[in-house]
């Protein structure tokens, strides 16, 4: 039997909202996906796109980047800074054609845990759909 | 609007260094930065010059963009203003990138005024450099014919070469003036004055050059729209861009040259790229096959989302890629997208703020996964 596909996730998440949602998550002992790989950040303004790409292009199935709501970033805005600069990320992914589906931008708060679990399981169903990154394949350079 | 006529004595480039010269005499500038024809005849470099003697071999319009002109301007006012007053004699799209770098906070524009020309278009510098006494010929019918098949393709698909949307000082129109003139028409109260010192104020009409200039954009936005879709069937998808870019050779010459590209440290050359062989040989492992030089569609798509929004589609990229890459057409392209989704045009404006500076509470939620 064919074994079921189970997408890899690099999820770069705040330290101050997202991680602590997601550390909440598994202290309450949620049910989470097997393959997330969690990179902390300070903050999600601290992502340049490079750091996605680095990621995307070596074959993650998703990259998530998760901060604090709009307005509760610890450092006041900037969460406002990484939406935009995810918006041009995802603006020059489209452009080349390549799967921008596979990026995500989410707000979870500490408190949150819940709400991490449910954003990385839908993330994981929505990347079983779509199946295997083929830059993973395809792509030697 | 109104600008000054100049009569045409010998020819445009003449003409305009004449021009210039009684700048220098008035001391509206201390100097100038220009296109001077090197010793040896076959290219161009920018020069600053305070005397008027050395303008013997300069060329406001030179038939190629050897060094893209921002870069020379960022090189000598990086560091704080200049003292002096400076001329600085560009093409548009030189322009254009000199107000981002102002933005960027590498070109202190104080004391600098900036003259911009209805620009044909350039040579690609191959060309040029492969026979310059028919290059010079060439560029000649460029400029009879305004913008031919001969000038770069990024030339070609150039829709901002010509017309209002230039921000600089002073502008030097040809297209739409008589056959023995030129038009001087100040876009800024430096300009003007500059214009009023000489004797010349901007009492003329220029609604000629206005009409040439704006149907000449209208045919060249119709060409880029053409071209990029070409190039896009050509390009776009992973397939297309590992084929595009399985030929380059990485050796960062596009970025060195980007008038955008001002890191001092290139986040591609840092040691962030050096990784231990354990790395490779994990990469090589899961992917079957690793390409050496390592990373080269992470450079590009990286340097996209770093400099595409200010990136004037200048083509000196291009110009400098030994594998001839279209790596200007691409970046450009990729630039109009990123552009409009900001709503922002590099250089058109120097209030307007980098879009990645700036920010509003309600906006992008189309980006956010609730
Ligand atoms: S590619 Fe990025 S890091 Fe490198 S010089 Fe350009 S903007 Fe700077
Ligand atoms: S990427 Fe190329 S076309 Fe764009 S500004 Fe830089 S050198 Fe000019
Ligand atoms: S100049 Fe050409 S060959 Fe060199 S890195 Fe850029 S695209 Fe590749
Ligand atoms: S600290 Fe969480 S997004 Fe800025």
Redesign the pocket.
């Known amino acids: 039997m064919e074994k079921e596909f189970t997408p890899k996730i690099v999820g770069f998440l705040c330290n101050w909202c997202s991680y602590a949602g997601a550390d909440l998550a598994g202290t309450s002992k949620l049910k989470m996906p097997p393959s997330l790989a969690v990179i902390r950040v300070m903050c999600s303004s601290r992502v340049d796109p490079v750091l996605v790409l680095r990621a995307f292009l070596r074959g993650a199935d998703g990259v998530l980047i998760a901060g604090c709501h709009p307005g509760d970033c610890h450092y006041e805005k900037g969460n406002y800074y990484a939406r935009r600069r995810f918006a041009l990320l995802k603006s020059v992914v489209e452009t080349l054609e390549l799967d921008s589906e596979r990026l995500q931008l989410s707000w979870v708060s500490a408190s949150e845990g819940p709400r991490f679990q449910q954003v990385v399981t839908e993330f994981t169903e929505k990347l079983k759909k779509l199946g295997p990154n083929p830059m993973q394949e395809k792509t030697s350079m | 609007m109104k600008g000054a006529i100049l009569k045409i004595e010998n020819s445009i480039e003449k003409t305009i260094i004449e021009f210039l010269k009684k700048g220098l005499d008035k001391k509206l500038f201390d100097a100038l930065l220009i296109p001077v024809k090197v010793p040896a005849g076959d290219s161009y470099a920018w020069v600053l010059v305070q005397d008027k003697a050395l303008l013997e071999d300069a060329n406001p319009l030179p038939p190629v963009m050897s060094v893209q002109g921002a870069k020379a301007l960022s090189s000598i006012t990086r560091r704080g203003k200049s003292n002096k007053k400076i001329a600085a004699i560009m093409r548009p799209c030189e322009i254009r990138a000199s107000i981002e770098l102002s933005k960027l906070q590498q070109i202190d524009l104080e004391n600098i005024c900036l003259v911009s020309i209805d620009c044909p278009g350039a040579l690609p510098l191959k060309d040029y450099l492969e026979d310059t006494k028919k290059g010079i010929d060439t560029f000649k019918k460029v400029i009879k014919e305004w913008g031919n098949e001969s000038v770069r393709p990024i030339c070609q698909m150039c829709d901002k070469s010509v017309g209002l949307s230039i921000q600089s000082d002073l502008h030097i129109g040809i297209l739409g003036a008589k056959n023995n003139e030129i038009y001087l028409i100040p876009s800024s109260q430096k300009g003007k004055s500059i214009l009023e010192e000489i004797g010349i104020p901007a009492e003329e009409s220029t609604d000629n050059w206005e009409k040439k200039t704006k149907e000449f954009v209208e045919t060249r936005k119709k060409n880029r729209k053409k071209a990029q879709s070409t190039l896009s069937e050509k390009v776009m998808g992973l397939d297309n861009l590992l084929e595009t ?1 399985s ?9 060195s040259v980007c008038p955008i590209c001002y890191c001092r440290q290139c986040y591609f050359e840092s040691e962030k790229m050096k990784l231990s062989s354990d790395d490779y040989l994990i990469r090589a492992e899961s992917k079957g096959i690793l390409r050496f030089l390592p990373d ?1 569609l992470l ?2 798509i990286g340097r996209m989302t770093h400099m595409s929004l200010s990136c004037v589609g200048c083509g000196a ?1 291009e110009d ?4 001839s ?1 279209k ?1 200007a057409q691409i970046f450009s392209m990729v630039g109009d997208k990123s552009q409009k989704v900001f709503n922002y045009t590099p250089g058109k404006s120097i209030e307007e703020q980098l879009p990645l500076k700036v920010y509003e509470e309600d906006e992008f939620h189309e980006v956010e996964k609730p």
Request: aromatic share 10%; net charge neutral; glycine share 0%.
């Open positions: 870019f030929n380059c050779i990485n050796c960062h010459n596009c970025q080269t450079f590009h990229c400098a890629c030994p594998m890459i790596v």
